[in-house]
């Protein structure tokens, strides 16, 4: 990547939840530490805090830059690390299954945790390149990793190859020339008729339907100009339907017969709010209010209302925190996950420093 900063956020993706509604946080007795169980019993997170999600049962889990995952379940705190069964120590995302099962994405690998051990799933590469559209089905990118992406069913990872475009002809840009995998995916998210997205690191977006793909070409989403590559990062549908590919600069909306798009000015940015910024986000989600929510490597945190864009600084005393993640709790909660401060959960207006009350 060309700047410090692309570099620092090479490996970043957030991902998307939304909430379940209030709720009461379940009583959980303290379990008698034996032979059997695995993880280390602790008393603080990792500062380099990149994933949040909470599972079913509402524990909380943090997944570290390089110290493996913490369990957090109101009371306890456990660390779980290499030496547990974790594939590496790098989270990268968390999913769950319908049966509760923990999907744990590393930039090496996935593992699966059923609540007593982890186990780690062996992708498999097929000549019919399975590609399909299930609403039950998970997908992972090991974020930004050589290949493109992977679709769990519940027994198989099936791992995929995005369609190959034209890119010199889009973006100029020669393959040949280039060291990496330019349709590597940073990103995957749904949107509310269940199509599949996927933003990449050069190749711009793409929108999987089940039959067909509908690529988003436009250089804002490749290499720019000055020679930046921000890659698709995020991905966000707001209540109208438009879809937001990591930037402030523009919003698209996919016509009716599912084979073109429009693209419209995202942000205005006459307010001049926007004014010296990187006009990218690495981070982002809609939550139960219909806000969208926007995070930035050391700019804070965005709040769009639909009609006003405000910039929420986050401060671990008088430095900035740089962000990495946003998530949605189950009870509406809205964290963030940093690279140099752990986790931040809002309070009212503005974001408290999260610490585990042991």
Known sequence: MKTALLVSLLSILASLSSCKGQGEHKEL????????????????????????????????????KGNGIF?????????????????????????????????IE???????????????????????NEWKLDANDLWFSCNG?????????????????????????????????????????????KDGNGNVWFGTVLAGAFRYIGKSFLWFSEKELSRLESGQEPGVRSIIEDKNGNIWLSNFISKYKVNANDTRYEKFEGFDTSSGILENRFPYFNAGLIDNNENLWMTTYGGGVWKYDGKTLINIPIKDGESDVKLISIYQDNHCNIWLGSDNAGAYKMNGDSFEKFVPQI
Do not use: H, M
């Open 71 to 103: 369990q957090y379940d109101g009371k306890i705190l456990k660390q779980f690390t290499q030496k547990d069964g974790l594939i590496d120590n790098s989270i990268r995302k968390i999913q769950e299954d319908k049966s509760g099962n923990l999907f």
């Open 106 to 128: 590393t930039p090496v690998g996935i593992n699966k945790y059923d609540g007593k051990k982890f186990t780690v799933l062996k992708p498999i590469s097929t000549q019919q």
């Open 145 to 189: 990793s050589a290949n493109d992406v992977y679709r769990y069913d519940g027994k198989d990872l099936y791992q995929l190859q995005l369609p190959r475009k034209d890119l010199e002809k889009a973006f100029e840009i020669n393959e040949q020339n280039l060291s990496y995998n330019p349709y590597s995916v940073f990103s995957i998210s």
């Open 29 to 64: 007795n303290q379990p008698q530490k034996n032979s059997l169980q695995i993880g280390e019993f602790i008393s603080e997170i990792d500062n380099k805090i990149w994933v949040i999600y909470q599972d079913q049962d509402d524990n909380y889990w943090f997944g570290s």
